[in-house]
Protein backbone atom coordinates (compact mmCIF):
# COMPACT_ATOMS: atom_id res chain seq x y z
CA UNK A 1 0.00 0.00 0.00
CA UNK A 2 1.68 3.21 -1.32
CA UNK A 3 2.03 5.65 1.52
CA UNK A 4 -0.07 8.48 0.55
CA UNK A 5 -3.23 5.86 0.87
CA UNK A 6 -2.11 5.27 4.78
CA UNK A 7 -1.37 9.03 5.37
CA UNK A 8 -4.89 9.79 3.70
CA UNK A 9 -6.88 8.73 7.02
CA UNK A 10 -5.06 10.48 9.19
CA UNK A 11 -4.77 13.53 7.14
CA UNK A 12 -8.82 13.72 6.88
CA UNK A 13 -9.26 13.12 10.48
CA UNK A 14 -6.71 15.77 11.75
CA UNK A 15 -8.40 18.05 10.04
CA UNK A 16 -11.91 17.28 11.35
CA UNK A 17 -10.49 17.96 14.45
CA UNK A 18 -8.55 20.90 13.81
CA UNK A 19 -11.51 22.97 12.39
CA UNK A 20 -13.61 22.10 15.25
CA UNK A 21 -11.05 25.37 16.59
CA UNK A 22 -12.54 27.65 14.10
CA UNK A 23 -15.52 28.61 15.87
CA UNK A 24 -17.54 31.91 14.68
CA UNK A 25 -19.81 32.99 17.67
CA UNK A 26 -23.20 31.86 18.54
CA UNK A 27 -25.15 34.85 19.24
CA UNK A 28 -28.46 35.84 20.81
CA UNK A 29 -27.97 39.79 21.28
CA UNK A 30 -29.80 40.92 24.36
CA UNK A 31 -33.71 42.10 23.37
CA UNK A 32 -35.14 45.53 24.74
CA UNK A 33 -39.01 43.98 25.00
CA UNK A 34 -40.21 47.51 23.91
CA UNK A 35 -38.50 47.45 20.60
CA UNK A 36 -40.02 43.69 19.66
CA UNK A 37 -42.84 43.54 16.82
CA UNK A 38 -45.12 42.38 19.24
CA UNK A 39 -44.65 45.85 20.97
CA UNK A 40 -45.34 47.69 18.57
CA UNK A 41 -47.66 46.19 16.80
CA UNK A 42 -51.01 44.07 17.81
CA UNK A 43 -49.77 40.86 17.49
CA UNK A 44 -52.47 38.44 17.90
CA UNK A 45 -51.77 35.05 19.81
CA UNK A 46 -52.22 32.95 16.23
CA UNK A 47 -49.52 34.51 14.87
CA UNK A 48 -47.31 34.33 17.71
CA UNK A 49 -47.59 31.06 18.17
CA UNK A 50 -46.29 30.85 14.17
CA UNK A 51 -43.64 33.35 14.51
CA UNK A 52 -42.27 30.97 17.60
CA UNK A 53 -42.06 27.61 15.97
CA UNK A 54 -41.42 28.73 12.63
CA UNK A 55 -39.39 32.05 12.52
CA UNK A 56 -37.72 32.48 16.11
CA UNK A 57 -34.32 30.66 14.96
CA UNK A 58 -33.57 32.76 11.95
CA UNK A 59 -35.11 36.14 12.84
CA UNK A 60 -34.87 36.77 16.00
CA UNK A 61 -32.56 37.29 18.73
CA UNK A 62 -34.01 34.13 20.83
CA UNK A 63 -32.42 31.11 18.47
CA UNK A 64 -31.84 28.06 20.14
CA UNK A 65 -28.71 26.69 19.22
CA UNK A 66 -28.78 22.97 18.31
CA UNK A 67 -26.35 20.46 19.04
CA UNK A 68 -24.76 20.43 15.91
CA UNK A 69 -24.59 24.27 15.31
CA UNK A 70 -21.41 23.23 17.53
CA UNK A 71 -19.70 20.97 14.96
CA UNK A 72 -17.65 22.62 12.40
CA UNK A 73 -18.27 22.50 9.24
CA UNK A 74 -22.03 22.48 9.67
CA UNK A 75 -22.28 25.01 12.81
CA UNK A 76 -20.11 27.88 10.14
CA UNK A 77 -23.19 27.19 7.94
CA UNK A 78 -25.78 27.93 10.71
CA UNK A 79 -23.99 30.63 12.24
CA UNK A 80 -23.88 32.10 8.90
CA UNK A 81 -27.31 31.40 8.01
CA UNK A 82 -29.04 33.02 11.57
CA UNK A 83 -26.72 36.11 10.71
CA UNK A 84 -28.26 36.36 7.15
CA UNK A 85 -31.78 36.41 8.41
CA UNK A 86 -31.61 38.75 11.71
CA UNK A 87 -30.22 40.89 9.05
CA UNK A 88 -32.90 40.64 6.46
CA UNK A 89 -35.82 40.74 9.31
CA UNK A 90 -35.14 40.53 13.17
CA UNK A 91 -38.45 41.28 15.36
CA UNK A 92 -36.96 41.35 18.32
CA UNK A 93 -35.66 44.83 16.93
CA UNK A 94 -38.65 45.80 14.78
CA UNK A 95 -38.00 49.58 16.14
CA UNK A 96 -35.26 49.80 13.90
CA UNK A 97 -37.26 49.34 10.95
CA UNK A 98 -38.97 52.87 9.39
CA UNK A 99 -42.49 52.30 8.10
CA UNK A 100 -41.89 51.50 4.82
CA UNK A 101 -39.49 49.23 5.37
CA UNK A 102 -42.08 47.20 7.92
CA UNK A 103 -44.74 47.62 5.55
CA UNK A 104 -42.38 45.65 3.66
CA UNK A 105 -41.08 43.27 5.75
CA UNK A 106 -44.71 42.19 6.61
CA UNK A 107 -45.84 41.50 3.01
CA UNK A 108 -42.94 39.57 2.36
CA UNK A 109 -43.84 37.60 5.51
CA UNK A 110 -47.23 36.78 4.29
CA UNK A 111 -45.96 36.07 0.55
CA UNK A 112 -43.22 33.76 1.35
CA UNK A 113 -45.34 32.21 3.95
CA UNK A 114 -47.95 31.21 0.87
CA UNK A 115 -45.17 30.65 -1.40
CA UNK A 116 -43.49 27.92 0.98
CA UNK A 117 -39.92 30.08 0.46
CA UNK A 118 -40.26 30.61 4.55
CA UNK A 119 -39.72 28.80 6.44
CA UNK A 120 -36.46 27.51 4.30
CA UNK A 121 -37.27 24.54 2.98
CA UNK A 122 -33.68 22.97 4.03
CA UNK A 123 -34.68 24.77 7.64
CA UNK A 124 -37.72 22.34 7.58
CA UNK A 125 -36.22 19.01 6.59
CA UNK A 126 -34.34 19.17 9.48
CA UNK A 127 -36.90 20.73 11.92
CA UNK A 128 -40.68 19.33 10.47
CA UNK A 129 -42.17 21.41 13.42
CA UNK A 130 -41.34 24.65 11.57
CA UNK A 131 -43.27 23.50 8.80
CA UNK A 132 -46.87 25.94 7.99
CA UNK A 133 -49.78 24.58 7.62
CA UNK A 134 -52.78 25.90 5.76
CA UNK A 135 -53.99 27.64 9.27
CA UNK A 136 -50.55 28.89 10.73
CA UNK A 137 -50.18 30.84 7.02
CA UNK A 138 -53.85 31.94 7.48
CA UNK A 139 -52.52 33.21 11.17
CA UNK A 140 -49.60 34.81 10.11
CA UNK A 141 -51.11 36.79 7.05
CA UNK A 142 -54.34 37.81 8.71
CA UNK A 143 -51.92 39.28 11.37
CA UNK A 144 -50.04 41.22 8.70
CA UNK A 145 -52.98 42.49 6.89
CA UNK A 146 -54.27 44.25 10.35
CA UNK A 147 -51.27 45.49 10.76
CA UNK A 148 -50.62 47.35 7.59
CA UNK A 149 -54.73 48.26 7.56
CA UNK A 150 -53.75 49.92 11.05
CA UNK A 151 -50.74 51.58 9.41
CA UNK A 152 -52.94 52.85 6.21
CA UNK A 153 -55.23 54.55 8.52
CA UNK A 154 -52.48 56.44 10.33
Not at 8 to 15: C, D, K, R
Not at 17 to 27: D, E, K, L, N, S
Not at 101 to 121: G, S
Request: aromatic share 8%; with cysteine.
Amino acid sequence: MPAVIRWVPAVVISAAIGIQFVRPPRTNPTTDPSRTLAARTSLTPDAAVVLDRGCRDCHSNDTRWPWYSHVAPVSWFVIDHVDHGRRHLNYSDWAQYEPDTATRLLKNACEFARKETMPLPSYVRVHGEARLSDRDIAALCDFTDGVLREARRE
